[in-house]
């Protein structure tokens, strides 16, 4: 399966965007989906996940302002960002993987989009 993230880009503080991630080569119902950023200097972190049976993860910093949601028949995920700050800058990924839905480990994913730059300026 192949990711296409995309949907990134300036935005100021308190503005939203809304991220999307497109498979092709296979269809993602099989899989849970994920969202990381990866902020300058910083690892790899989770962000948000969706289970197959659309059951839905946060970590604590973007709770109550991003969304995570599927559309298995136009095969894409999306990530709803509100109310945006500028800690939220960073490069967004999206990933997926079989067996671990809400998995927060970066080596438990087993594909990888090549990721969308978010900018939230003060």
């Known amino acids: 399966v192949q990711l296409q993230a995309y949907g990134g880009g300036l935005v100021q503080t308190g503005g939203s965007l809304r991220l999307s991630c497109a498979a092709s080569?296979?269809?993602?119902?099989?899989?849970?989906m994920a969202w990381f950023r990866r902020a300058p200097g910083k690892e790899r972190q989770f962000v948000a996940g969706?289970?197959?049976?659309?059951?839905?993860y946060y970590s604590d910093s973007v709770k109550g302002r991003f969304t995570i949601s599927r559309d298995n028949n136009e095969n894409t995920v999306y990530l709803q960002m509100n109310s945006l700050k500028p800690e939220d800058t960073a490069v967004y990924y999206c990933?997926?993987?079989?067996?671990?839905?809400?998995?927060?480990?970066?080596?438990?994913?087993?594909?990888w989009g090549q990721g969308t730059q978010v900018t939230v300026s003060s």
């Open positions: 990933a997926g993987n079989t067996y671990y839905p809400g998995s927060t480990y970066v080596h438990e994913y087993d594909f």
């Open positions: 080569g296979g269809s993602l119902r099989s899989y849970a």
């Open positions: 969706i289970s197959r049976n659309t059951n839905t």
